[in-house]
């Protein structure tokens, strides 16, 4: 029996750290399947916060621009209201004024006085051909460069190499003249043999321009049937623009090429003389004489301009109701070339340095700010609109006013003024207010905003080097052709920023 017993305990001695060991082994199984199960849970906690973070962060964000936009039509509303309850938000010098204008949320009066038309086209008479006083009597035009200095001439320019001594005597009235006024041999600006003969026929011209496919033409309306069949509705294109337009299915074709969009007959011209659209834009507006030598009256409206009053009552009104021969509108903010050109610079309409240059040369050649002592209403036009009687004294100044923009900057509205001041009292037009011609028309936004790299100069230096690819090659070259006189000691004249009158 103690053998027994002894063996008894000896088995359980045996056996009992075998128990313990599994024992051991079966927590430790179940410690480290606890272990990877909590791992695993934190490993499948990560993703499910982090998406619940990017969740959060997206949802505050949504809220914070909900929010932001709630203040801004509330901005909005409260500056539309006839009593205004928070003026400190609707100050157009602001900052959130500025944005809110700069995204079109600002909603502006329009700019519209009443004008006294005439009620019955059929009833207004059109005066007979007169002859004028003015001089010159005779003028005459260049076609070929007469003086050729340099090798780096011999390119064919549409408005020519003049001089300086060329430029100077231009605006020394004699009876008979002869200037450059575009359209030199080889220039470009083409038109087709079916536009040539076409306008010889027009003598009461409407016209307007598009370049570049930067708009589309716009149906005038309210035209009366005595004046569809006086005046010639002429669209002046290039290439680019008619394929915008073909594209689009709206173009009517003659059997002899004639093309036509509604009442507009389509004129384009090839070889375009410019780089530069804009500059293009000028050869049309101000040259209308030159690509329509037959007409006696026109009347310009820029592309993005829908007419809405009868052409026959425009010229009545604006011409021979006050006797006069050339009207333009005033500019609606500046009156001096100064502040136009500031305003020029603030919205890189062109590159800065050279219009500095450009009012430096007007600066040291005498023309003053503009000021009430002055005769003209304004020295800045609004150019958009220009009517006409095609008499040899506005050929002259239309050419004169070519020129500035040949040799310059394409602004044109920079250069008018100048060409005022240097014809003085000779050159006589009407400047009306820039009200009325919103009473003329309709204004469309642009199919797209121009834009080019010589707007964005802010140096001359930039134009150096591998960036000489900025300057124009055919425009602008009296601004890189050495100046007859000492421009570092000009001084531009200082113009004050004031908000409500600035653009």
């Not at 179940?30 to 997206?58: A, C, H, M, N, T």
């Not at 502006?108 to 207004?124: E, G, N, T």
């Not at 009552?313 to 100064?338: N, P, V």
């Not at 009306?432 to 140096?459: A, D, G």
Request: net charge positive; proline share 6%; with cysteine.
């Amino acid at each position: 029996m103690d053998k027994d017993i002894a063996c008894s305990f000896s088995s359980r001695a045996i056996h009992r750290p075998e128990r313990s060991n599994r024992g051991q082994r079966v927590a430790d199984d179940e410690y480290g399947l606890l272990l990877s199960d909590r791992s695993f849970q934190e490993s499948s906690l990560k993703p499910f916060w982090k998406k619940r973070s990017i969740r959060l962060v997206l949802a505050a964000g949504i809220l914070w621009i909900f929010l932001m936009l709630v203040v801004l039509l509330f901005q909005v509303w409260s500056c539309q209201l006839t009593v205004v309850s928070f003026p400190g938000l609707c100050r157009k010098d602001g900052q959130v004024y500025h944005m809110l204008d700069a995204v079109g949320l600002i909603q502006k009066p329009i700019h519209r006085c009443p004008i006294p038309l005439a009620d019955d086209p059929s009833s207004v008479a059109i005066p007979e051909k007169r002859n004028y006083d003015d001089i010159p009597q005779k003028l005459s035009f260049f076609v070929e460069d007469e003086f050729v200095d340099s090798d780096s001439q011999n390119q064919p320019l549409f408005g020519g190499h003049e001089s300086w001594k060329q430029r100077n005597e231009s605006f020394k009235l004699n009876t008979t003249m002869k200037v450059h006024c575009g359209f030199m041999k080889n220039g470009g600006a083409d038109m087709d043999p079916v536009d040539i003969k076409f306008v010889k026929g027009c003598n009461y011209v409407v016209a307007s321009g598009i370049f570049d496919g930067y708009d589309i033409p716009h149906q005038p309306s309210n035209i009366s049937r005595r004046s569809q069949k006086l005046f010639c509705f002429l669209m002046v294109i290039d290439e680019t623009t008619l394929a915008h337009i073909r594209a689009n299915g709206s173009i009517k074709e003659e059997n002899d090429g004639g093309k036509w969009v509604g009442i507009w007959r389509l004129v384009t011209l090839h070889k375009l003389p410019y780089d530069e659209p804009r500059r293009n834009g000028k050869v049309p507006k101000i040259l209308t004489h030159r690509l329509f030598p037959q007409a006696r009256y026109s009347i310009w409206i820029d592309g993005k301009m829908e007419l809405i009053v009868d052409p026959l009552l425009i010229l009545e009104r604006y011409l021979w109701r006050g006797g006069y021969t050339f009207a333009i509108a005033q500019h609606k903010h500046h009156k001096s070339i100064y502040e136009e050109a500031d305003a020029n610079k603030r919205r890189k309409r062109y590159a800065r340095p050279l219009i500095d240059l450009h009012m430096k040369i007007y600066v040291y050649e005498g023309m003053k700010p503009w000021s009430s002592k002055k005769k003209t209403v304004s020295d800045v036009p609004e150019g958009a609109i220009i009517i006409r009687e095609h008499t040899p004294l506005n050929n002259l100044f239309c050419c004169l006013w070519f020129n500035e923009v040949h040799m310059f900057t394409p602004r044109d509205q920079l250069s008018f003024g100048y060409v005022v001041y240097r014809l003085g009292d000779h050159f006589k037009f009407h400047m009306f207010p820039n009200c009325e011609y919103n009473s003329l028309f309709i204004l469309h936004k642009h199919t797209r905003e121009h834009s080019s790299k010589v707007e964005w100069v802010k140096s001359l230096s930039e134009f150096k080097g591998n960036n000489s690819g900025l300057r124009e090659t055919k425009g602008g070259l009296g601004l890189w052709t050495p100046y007859p006189g000492n421009l570092d000691i000009v001084e531009i004249p200082p113009v004050s920023r004031v908000s409500e009158h600035s653009r």
